[in-house]
C-alpha cells in the first residue's frame, strides 16, 4: 500500500500540552518523511490535523469550535480533516457522530500510521485508536521545532497515578518509556544542532525507567547533564508521590539541571488530596518543598491547583491559600474543576456550586497575583542568566527570553540574540514577566 504524500500540504493545530505539541511536531516530521509539505494557513493545506486535549471540558470546547471552523472551510475543496490527541483516543468514532466533515480520527499511538491513512481510499471516517503497551519510536526527522533554542524531548508516556479527576491515563494509556539510546541520540542531534535547552517531558517523568536496563530517571539526569549537549536541562511534569532524594541530589550535581521545577500540588488540603488519590498530604508536600529549597537554593517552584474538587468545603480551600502563602510559587496554573467522562470522580456529585467555584478560581488567582509580584520585585537590580526564546510582540529591537527559574523577561537588542545566553540587568517588574537590559553575553553576539 503506498505512503506517498507528495505534493499534499498539511497544517496542524494543537491544543494541549508541551507532549501535544511535541507530538505536532513528530505528526509533521511523519507528513514531511512521506513527501507532503507544512503550509503556512488553513486555507492552504489539503490535509488538515486538530491535536486535541481532553483534560477539561473548556479544551474540548475550544477544539469543537476550531473544527467547525474547519468544517466551513473545507466547502468545495478536496481537503482532508484529520482529529488527533487525547480527544481521538477518549472519544474515537464518536467524535465522528453527528458531526460532519472529519474524515480521520487517531490517538497518540497510531501517528506512524499516519502517511498509509491518508495515502489510501476513503469510504467514510477512518478511526485508529490501537493502544500499544510498547514506547512507538518516530523517525528522527523533527519539522517545525517551535523554539530554535529550546527543544521538547519526549521520555515516557502515560500514566498510572489516576487521579481521581483526572482523563490523561484514559487518554494516553499506562506509562510507558522511551529507550535510553533513542533520548541519547536525539540530546546529541539537538546538541549538534545548537540548541541550548532541552525539556525532558512525560506525564510523570520521574517514574522514567529504560526498558532496557531498568535505568531510572536520576540517572538519566546525571547522564544527560555529563555528556555535550544543550546547557540547560529542564524536566516536566514531576509528581510529587515519587520524587525521591536521588532526583533532588542529581539536580544538585550539575548546574546544567536547572533550578525549577514544576510539581503540581492540586489543593493545600489533605482531606482533598486524598479525595483526589493523589498519594501524599499536605505536610509530606511541605516536607519535599523544603528539603528541594535546603538542597537547591533558589530553586523556583510552580504548581497546578485545582478549585472546586467534589465536596471541597470553603475550610478545605482556605487551605490551599495557605498552602500558596507558605510555599510562595513562582508560577501557578489554576483551573476550576470539571467532571471528566471515564474518570472516578465524574461519578460522585460535582456539588461545589459554579459561583463557589468562580470566586474561589479567583481568590487563588489574586493571591498568586500579589505573592508573584513580591517575587519579581525582588529580583530588580539583580543580573540574572537568561536564554533568549525569541523575538518579543512590540517591534524589531524586542526580545523575549526565560531566567533559569522560568520567569519571562522582556528587553530590547539591537541584533537577533533568539538561542543565545545573556546577562540581564532586571529593571522593571509586573506579576507575570520581567523587564531588563543586556548586561553582558555569555557568548559573542
Ligand atoms: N501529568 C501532569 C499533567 C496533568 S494535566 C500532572 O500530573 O500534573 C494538567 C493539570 O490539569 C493537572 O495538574 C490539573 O491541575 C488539571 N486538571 C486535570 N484534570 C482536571 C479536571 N478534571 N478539572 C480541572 N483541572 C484538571
Ligand atoms: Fe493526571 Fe494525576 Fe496522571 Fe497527572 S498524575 S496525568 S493529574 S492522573
Ligand atoms: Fe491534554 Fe492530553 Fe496533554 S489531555 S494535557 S493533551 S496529555
Redesign the pocket.
Known amino acids: 500500500m503506498t505512503t506517498d504524500l507528495r505534493g499534499r500540504t498539511f497544517f496542524i493545530r494543537t491544543f494541549g500540552?508541551q507532549m501535544n505539541e511535541n507530538d505536532s511536531e513528530k505528526i509533521a516530521g511523519i507528513l514531511a518523511a512521506a513527501g507532503a509539505f507544512p503550509a503556512g494557513r488553513e486555507e492552504d493545506a489539503d490535509i488538515l490535523i486538530v491535536n486535541t486535549c481532553a483534560?477539561?471540558?473548556k479544551s474540548v470546547e475550544k477544539m469543537a469550535s476550531y473544527i467547525g471552523r474547519l468544517g466551513r472551510l473545507k466547502a468545495g475543496r478536496k481537503v482532508r480533516i484529520g482529529v488527533t490527541g487525547c480527544v481521538a483516543q477518549v472519544e474515537g468514532k464518536a467524535l465522528t457522530v453527528g458531526r460532519k466533515g472529519i474524515d480521520f480520527v487517531v490517538g497518540p499511538d497510531g501517528y506512524l500510521r499516519l502517511p498509509r491513512i491518508l495515502a489510501g481510499a476513503f469510504s467514510g471516517p477512518v478511526v485508529d485508536t490501537a493502544q500499544s503497551p510498547d514506547w512507538q519510536e518516530a523517525p528522527p526527522l523533527l519539522l517545525a521545532r517551535s523554539s530554535p533554542a529550546s527543544a521538547f524531548v519526549t521520555i515516557m508516556e502515560g500514566?498510572d497515578?489516576f487521579?481521581a479527576?483526572?482523563?490523561?491515563p484514559l487518554a494516553r494509556g499506562r506509562e510507558k518509556s522511551r529507550p535510553l539510546p533513542s533520548i541519547r541520540a536525539e540530546v546529541d542531534d539537538l546538541g549538534r544542532r545548537g540548541y541550548r535547552e532541552i525539556q525532558f517531558l512525560?506525564?510523570?517523568v520521574n517514574s522514567y525507567r529504560d526498558p532496557a536496563s531498568g535505568t531510572g530517571f536520576a540517572s538519566l539526569l546525571e547522564e544527560t547533564a555529563r555528556r555535550p549537549g544543550p546547557e540547560w536541562i529542564r524536566f516536566?511534569?514531576?509528581?510529587p508521590r515519587n520524587f525521591g532524594p536521588e532526583i533532588i541530589e542529581a539536580m544538585a550535581a550539575s548546574p546544567r539541571i536547572c533550578r525549577q521545577l514544576?510539581l503540581?500540588l492540586?489543593s493545600g488540603s489533605s482531606g482533598v488530596l486524598d479525595r483526589m488519590n493523589r498519594g501524599y498530604t499536605r505536610a509530606e508536600y511541605l516536607d519535599l518543598a523544603a528539603r528541594l529549597r535546603k538542597r537547591l537554593p533558589g530553586i523556583a517552584l510552580s504548581?497546578?491547583?485545582?478549585v472546586g474538587?467534589p465536596g471541597e468545603t470553603e475550610a478545605e480551600f482556605q487551605d490551599t491559600l495557605t498552602a500558596l502563602e507558605e510555599i510562595r510559587f513562582a508560577a501557578i496554573?489554576?483551573?476550576?474543576?470539571?467532571?471528566?467522562p471515564g474518570?472516578a470522580?465524574?461519578r460522585i456529585p460535582d456539588d461545589v456550586p459554579l459561583e463557589a467555584k468562580r470566586r474561589r478560581l479567583i481568590e487563588v488567582q489574586a493571591l498568586q497575583k500579589r505573592l508573584q509580584t513580591d517575587f519579581h520585585r525582588g529580583l530588580v537590580g539583580r543580573v540574572l542568566r537568561v536564554l533568549a526564546t525569541g523575538p518579543g510582540k512590540k517591534d524589531a529591537s524586542a526580545f523575549s527570553g526565560r531566567t533559569e527559574g522560568g520567569q519571562v523577561v522582556n528587553f530590547r537588542a539591537a541584533a537577533d540574540v533568539t538561542g543565545r545566553f545573556l546577562d540581564i540587568e532586571i529593571t522593571g517588574a509586573g506579576p507575570y514577566s520581567l523587564r531588563g537590559r543586556i548586561a553582558g553575553a555569555a557568548d559573542p553576539i
Request: proline share 5%.
Open positions: 500540552c483534560v477539561r471540558a500514566c497515578n487521579c479527576y483526572c482523563i490523561v512525560g506525564q510523570n516536566v511534569t514531576s509528581h514544576h503540581p492540586q504548581t497546578d491547583i485545582i474538587f496554573f489554576s483551573f476550576r474543576y470539571s467532571p471528566r474518570t470522580s465524574s
